[in-house]
Protein backbone atom coordinates (compact mmCIF):
# COMPACT_ATOMS: atom_id res chain seq x y z
CA UNK A 1 0.00 0.00 0.00
CA UNK A 2 2.07 2.99 -1.39
CA UNK A 3 -0.66 5.39 -0.59
CA UNK A 4 -0.24 4.49 3.13
CA UNK A 5 3.59 4.38 3.45
CA UNK A 6 4.00 8.29 1.43
CA UNK A 7 1.04 9.30 4.25
CA UNK A 8 3.31 8.02 7.07
CA UNK A 9 6.37 9.74 5.34
CA UNK A 10 5.37 13.15 5.14
CA UNK A 11 3.63 12.90 8.72
CA UNK A 12 -0.02 12.00 7.52
CA UNK A 13 -2.56 10.27 9.18
CA UNK A 14 -4.09 7.18 6.99
CA UNK A 15 -8.11 6.04 8.59
CA UNK A 16 -9.35 3.78 5.32
CA UNK A 17 -9.85 6.74 2.82
CA UNK A 18 -9.43 10.26 5.66
CA UNK A 19 -5.86 11.70 4.94
CA UNK A 20 -4.20 14.29 6.81
CA UNK A 21 -3.82 17.75 5.31
CA UNK A 22 -5.60 21.50 5.49
CA UNK A 23 -5.64 24.33 3.80
CA UNK A 24 -3.21 26.72 4.11
CA UNK A 25 -3.48 30.77 3.42
CA UNK A 26 -6.37 30.69 1.22
CA UNK A 27 -4.10 30.47 -1.87
CA UNK A 28 -0.76 30.02 -0.87
CA UNK A 29 1.03 26.69 0.98
CA UNK A 30 4.54 26.73 2.09
CA UNK A 31 6.85 23.14 1.31
CA UNK A 32 9.03 21.87 3.72
CA UNK A 33 12.83 22.75 3.45
CA UNK A 34 12.77 25.25 1.48
CA UNK A 35 9.56 27.92 1.66
CA UNK A 36 7.77 27.26 -1.93
CA UNK A 37 4.51 29.27 -2.47
CA UNK A 38 1.70 28.17 -4.88
CA UNK A 39 -1.23 29.71 -6.04
CA UNK A 40 -3.94 27.97 -4.91
CA UNK A 41 -6.22 30.19 -6.87
CA UNK A 42 -4.62 28.58 -10.54
CA UNK A 43 -4.98 25.07 -8.60
CA UNK A 44 -8.67 25.51 -8.00
CA UNK A 45 -8.66 26.51 -11.33
CA UNK A 46 -6.77 23.46 -12.26
CA UNK A 47 -9.88 21.49 -11.17
CA UNK A 48 -8.17 20.43 -7.53
CA UNK A 49 -11.63 22.32 -6.01
CA UNK A 50 -9.38 23.01 -2.70
CA UNK A 51 -8.35 19.48 -2.17
CA UNK A 52 -6.14 20.30 0.53
CA UNK A 53 -8.37 21.97 2.79
CA UNK A 54 -10.39 18.86 2.68
CA UNK A 55 -8.23 16.58 4.24
CA UNK A 56 -7.81 15.53 8.11
CA UNK A 57 -5.19 17.75 9.68
CA UNK A 58 -3.27 15.93 12.64
CA UNK A 59 -1.86 17.79 15.18
CA UNK A 60 1.21 17.43 16.59
CA UNK A 61 1.84 16.63 20.55
CA UNK A 62 2.60 20.08 21.35
CA UNK A 63 -0.32 21.57 19.18
CA UNK A 64 -3.09 19.93 20.86
CA UNK A 65 -5.20 22.24 22.76
CA UNK A 66 -5.89 21.39 26.83
CA UNK A 67 -8.17 18.48 27.11
CA UNK A 68 -11.10 19.05 29.27
CA UNK A 69 -12.30 16.85 32.05
CA UNK A 70 -9.53 14.78 31.95
CA UNK A 71 -10.23 13.48 28.30
CA UNK A 72 -7.62 12.90 25.86
CA UNK A 73 -6.63 15.68 23.69
CA UNK A 74 -8.02 16.16 20.47
CA UNK A 75 -5.33 15.59 17.98
CA UNK A 76 -6.88 16.67 14.45
CA UNK A 77 -8.39 19.76 13.10
CA UNK A 78 -12.34 20.35 12.78
CA UNK A 79 -13.74 20.34 9.31
CA UNK A 80 -17.03 22.39 8.79
CA UNK A 81 -20.07 20.95 7.56
CA UNK A 82 -18.92 20.90 4.08
CA UNK A 83 -16.08 19.18 4.73
CA UNK A 84 -13.52 21.88 4.54
CA UNK A 85 -11.26 23.29 7.37
CA UNK A 86 -12.63 25.18 10.27
CA UNK A 87 -9.96 28.09 9.91
CA UNK A 88 -10.42 28.61 6.15
CA UNK A 89 -12.32 31.76 5.36
CA UNK A 90 -14.97 30.58 2.71
CA UNK A 91 -15.46 34.05 1.61
CA UNK A 92 -11.87 35.00 1.29
CA UNK A 93 -10.25 31.24 0.57
CA UNK A 94 -7.57 33.00 3.45
CA UNK A 95 -6.06 30.17 6.60
CA UNK A 96 -7.69 32.64 9.51
CA UNK A 97 -4.55 31.09 11.25
CA UNK A 98 -1.77 31.55 9.06
CA UNK A 99 0.86 32.48 11.59
CA UNK A 100 -0.19 29.82 14.14
CA UNK A 101 -1.24 26.96 11.78
CA UNK A 102 -0.37 23.24 12.55
CA UNK A 103 3.26 22.02 11.62
CA UNK A 104 1.36 19.59 9.02
CA UNK A 105 0.45 22.03 7.11
CA UNK A 106 3.83 24.14 7.17
CA UNK A 107 5.18 21.13 5.66
CA UNK A 108 3.14 20.13 3.10
CA UNK A 109 3.49 20.99 -1.15
CA UNK A 110 1.08 19.85 -2.86
CA UNK A 111 2.89 19.51 -6.18
CA UNK A 112 4.14 16.21 -5.58
CA UNK A 113 1.00 14.76 -4.19
CA UNK A 114 -0.45 11.77 -5.82
CA UNK A 115 -3.95 12.79 -4.72
CA UNK A 116 -4.04 16.00 -6.10
CA UNK A 117 -2.98 14.22 -9.87
CA UNK A 118 -6.01 12.40 -9.29
CA UNK A 119 -7.96 15.24 -8.17
CA UNK A 120 -7.04 17.05 -11.40
CA UNK A 121 -7.32 14.69 -13.75
CA UNK A 122 -10.56 12.88 -12.53
CA UNK A 123 -12.21 15.42 -10.09
CA UNK A 124 -14.19 14.23 -6.96
CA UNK A 125 -16.96 14.49 -4.64
CA UNK A 126 -15.52 14.03 -1.80
CA UNK A 127 -12.62 13.04 -0.32
CA UNK A 128 -13.48 9.22 0.45
CA UNK A 129 -14.41 9.34 -3.49
CA UNK A 130 -10.70 10.87 -4.45
CA UNK A 131 -9.42 8.16 -1.44
CA UNK A 132 -11.19 5.63 -3.68
CA UNK A 133 -9.63 7.11 -7.04
CA UNK A 134 -6.22 6.98 -5.94
CA UNK A 135 -6.53 3.21 -5.37
CA UNK A 136 -6.94 2.23 -9.66
CA UNK A 137 -5.05 5.79 -10.48
CA UNK A 138 -1.66 5.30 -12.83
CA UNK A 139 0.33 8.86 -13.09
CA UNK A 140 3.52 8.68 -14.07
CA UNK A 141 5.32 11.44 -12.13
CA UNK A 142 6.90 13.35 -15.09
CA UNK A 143 3.82 13.57 -16.39
CA UNK A 144 2.44 15.52 -13.42
CA UNK A 145 0.47 18.71 -13.40
CA UNK A 146 1.51 21.43 -11.68
CA UNK A 147 0.18 24.46 -9.34
CA UNK A 148 1.85 27.65 -10.38
CA UNK A 149 4.14 28.72 -8.01
CA UNK A 150 4.36 32.94 -6.90
CA UNK A 151 6.85 34.97 -5.39
CA UNK A 152 6.92 35.33 -1.45
CA UNK A 153 5.87 39.37 -1.86
CA UNK A 154 2.57 37.85 -3.68
CA UNK A 155 1.56 35.65 -0.54
CA UNK A 156 -0.01 38.34 1.63
CA UNK A 157 -1.98 40.04 -1.38
CA UNK A 158 -5.45 39.09 -1.79
CA UNK A 159 -6.46 35.90 -4.13
CA UNK A 160 -6.54 36.98 -7.77
CA UNK A 161 -9.98 37.12 -9.20
CA UNK A 162 -11.36 34.57 -11.35
Given at each position: MAIKAYCYRVGLVFLKYRFDIKRILGGYMSGDAKTVYVDCDAGRRLGCRTYCC???????????????????????????????????DSETWLCKIWESRPETCREYT???????????REGFENIADLARKTTTAYIPKE????????????????????
Open positions: RLLVKLKPHEMAESVNGLPAKGYVDKNSQGLCVHMCNDDFMLQVAITYVKVPTISEGEVLSEPKES
